[in-house]
């Protein structure tokens, strides 16, 4: 098992940035793939990034690509999310996920572990 603990959300002005963190807590986190997902109020949560354990296989959804940056630090069990050029329809809570079952996958139900969410809010 691995629990995830997510960091770095909060109120940022459209057009900027923030970086978030989730840190990973039990073994073998290296064999894990990682991903973020985000959910805007009403909304469904969505995929926004994965990232494998070799960081080989990066993927990013359309509404994100080009703007965020996935990232992972193995030797400190840390999954990264560098975002730029936020926009207002970025506000939502973000959420780390990790499975140790599959290589890849943008489908939340494939994720077996979720860290609680980090609120990221940008204002027009």
């Known amino acids: 098992q691995v629990q995830l603990v997510e960091s770095g959300g909060g109120l940022v002005q459209a057009g900027g940035s923030l970086r978030l963190s989730c840190a990973a807590s039990?073994?073998?986190?290296?064999?894990?793939?990682m991903a973020w997902f985000r959910q805007a109020p009403g909304k469904e949560r969505e995929f926004a990034a994965f990232?494998?354990?070799?960081?080989?296989?990066?993927h990013y959804s359309d509404s994100v690509k080009g703007r965020f940056t996935i990232s992972r630090d193995n030797d400190k069990n840390t999954v990264y999310l560098q975002m730029i050029n936020l926009k207002p329809a970025d506000t939502g809570v973000y959420y780390c996920?990790?499975?140790?079952?599959?290589?890849?996958?943008?489908?939340?139900?494939?994720?077996?572990?979720w860290g609680q969410g980090t609120q990221v809010t940008v204002s027009s």
């Open positions: 996920a990790a499975d140790n079952t599959r290589a890849y996958s943008t489908i939340a139900d494939d994720y077996a572990y």
């Open positions: 039990g073994r073998d986190f290296d064999m894990y793939v």
């Open positions: 990232i494998n354990w070799s960081r080989s296989g990066i």
